[in-house]
């Protein structure tokens, strides 16, 4: 049986992000913080065949914002999503340790990030993270990454301690 789909729910509405907040462990300021580094990174993306923007950005336990945007190449397979740039960047300067993902599209409702991506943040985020995802008019959904990566296979599946 299909889980539900998410609630959507509305950036603008102070009682939707206070409750989100309360929910995730996240304060109204990274909250907030997270959306606009996420549509701010969608800005940047490389995207002349789809044109298909995403922005992504990392909280790190640390306080860490990390941001990526997808960049597309003529090859298409070779295409990086934003989530894994950002994980990348993050990675190569040493973070570990995330506390939040979020991401940011121009389509609405909220997209939530390919199967390919949800694998990456599984190497380097724990079940319980929570993913927020905006559309192109602030509205959003979140969804633990258990939820978005159902019965997944990581680190550990290969004896590897997780660094999370």
């Given at each position: 049986?299909?889980?539900?789909?998410?609630?959507?729910?509305?950036?603008?509405?102070?009682?939707?992000?206070?409750?989100?907040?309360?929910?995730?462990?996240?304060?109204?300021?990274?909250?907030?913080?997270?959306?606009?580094?996420?549509?701010?990174?969608?800005?940047?993306?490389?995207?002349?065949?789809s044109r298909f923007r995403v922005g992504a950005v990392l909280l790190t336990r640390a306080g860490a914002y990390i941001s990526g945007a997808n960049v597309e190449n003529a090859?298409?397979?070779?295409?990086?999503?934003?989530?894994?740039?950002?994980?990348?960047?993050?990675?190569?300067?040493?973070?570990?340790?995330?506390?939040?993902v979020a991401v940011a599209t121009d389509v609405a409702p909220p997209a939530s990030p390919c199967g390919m991506c949800r694998?990456?943040?599984?190497?380097?985020?724990?079940?319980?993270?929570?993913?927020?995802?905006?559309d192109k008019d602030g509205m959003y959904a979140v969804m633990r990454l258990e939820t978005l990566l159902p019965l997944s296979f990581g680190p550990e599946s290969l004896g590897v301690q997780p660094q999370t």
């Open positions: 049986m299909a889980s539900p789909p998410p609630t959507i729910l509305s950036s603008a509405s102070a009682t939707d992000v206070a409750q989100t907040c309360a929910a995730y462990n996240l304060s109204t300021a990274e909250f907030h913080e997270l959306h606009a580094r996420a549509a701010t990174a969608k800005a940047t993306a490389y995207c002349p065949y090859s298409y397979p070779v295409t990086t999503c934003a989530e894994r740039v950002a994980f990348g960047t993050a990675v190569t300067a040493g973070h570990r340790g995330f506390k939040a694998q990456c943040i599984r190497e380097f985020c724990a079940l319980d993270t929570p993913v927020l995802m905006f």
